[in-house]
């Protein structure tokens, strides 16, 4: 048994209770699935800011995704609060809660990790206020409620503990007695116009491409998205506190504009946003 790290952004960046989060999570899934195929894969990346801004995004990678039993998540420190010394901050052993229930923690990965790479400690005072891991969890519960995770909270975005870490995760994997799967998360950029975020996307699919198999398994694909460029030019994500383009968007989920505030209908934000109001 271990300890149960409880919501930070739940009715924030995503609904707060369950049949609210259900419906949400699945409505953003149906609107992708028509073209999607899902299929097995090493490694991906999904945005992490609130459900209005990415979960489009989110939901065009999860309806990709065959996703295993197992799934290391690896996620930038928002907080500043790290007490791992070097820098790479595990939850270890227990859960992480949502309003759809709790998701655990794979204890015999994430011992091995602490066991293989020096750069990773327990640590869980880095963990309660991020975000960047929770807002995931409950798209892998409604794609895979079996799900089970190793998650990570990163301090740096520097090639060599990224290469470092990598190696290590790369040789659990190909290890490990089932599939794994590696969930970088990262919002990639904020702000940046459209033509420099293609370019960076060019770059990242290059360099994932020459890269050898066991560093493009993990430090690759956490290298890509701690330097803002994405494997997924297709889906570019809109800064978080910009004019969202998805209440505009063809087939748009009619939850993102039902909220009203003050009770004038001029005024539209998402229902679910507490902090909005």
């Known amino acids: 048994m271990g300890a149960v790290r409880a919501p930070a952004v739940s009715g924030r960046f995503y609904p707060g209770t369950k049949g609210e989060l259900e419906r949400a999570v699945r409505e953003l899934l149906r609107t992708v699935e028509p073209g999607a195929h899902p299929a097995a894969a090493r490694a991906a990346i999904a945005p992490h800011a609130g459900y209005l801004y990415s979960g489009l995004t989110a939901a ?81 519960q409604t794609v895979r409620p079996d799900v089970a995770i190793v998650p990570l909270v990163l301090a740096w975005d520097a090639w060599p503990p990224s290469s470092e870490l990598g190696e290590a995760l790369a040789a659990l994997v190909q290890g490990a007695p089932e599939p794994v799967l590696l969930l970088a998360s990262s919002d990639l950029n904020h702000y940046e116009a459209a033509a420099v975020g293609e370019l960076k996307d060019a770059q990242a699919l290059a360099a994932s ?69």
């Open 60 to 140: 065009h990678v999860f309806a990709r995704l065959r996703v295993p039993r197992l799934v290391v998540i690896l996620a930038p420190n928002h907080t500043g609060v790290s007490r791992a010394p070097g820098g790479a901050s595990l939850w270890e052993a227990g859960a992480f809660a949502s309003p759809l229930g709790e998701v655990p923690i794979d204890t015999t990965f994430a011992a091995a990790l602490l066991a293989a790479c020096p750069l990773v400690a327990v640590d869980h005072e880095a963990h309660r206020a991020e975000h960047a891991v929770e807002v995931l969890i409950p798209f892998l």
């Open 209 to 277: 491409s020459s890269a050898p198999s066991s560093a493009c398994t993990a430090a690759s694909c956490w290298r890509a998205a701690a330097a803002s460029a994405s494997p997924c030019a297709a889906a570019r994500r809109r800064p978080p506190c910009s004019p969202p383009l998805a209440r505009s968007a063809p087939r748009a989920p009619k939850w993102w504009t039902t909220g009203i505030r003050g009770g004038s209908p001029a005024t539209r934000v998402p229902w679910w946003d507490t902090a909005a109001w």
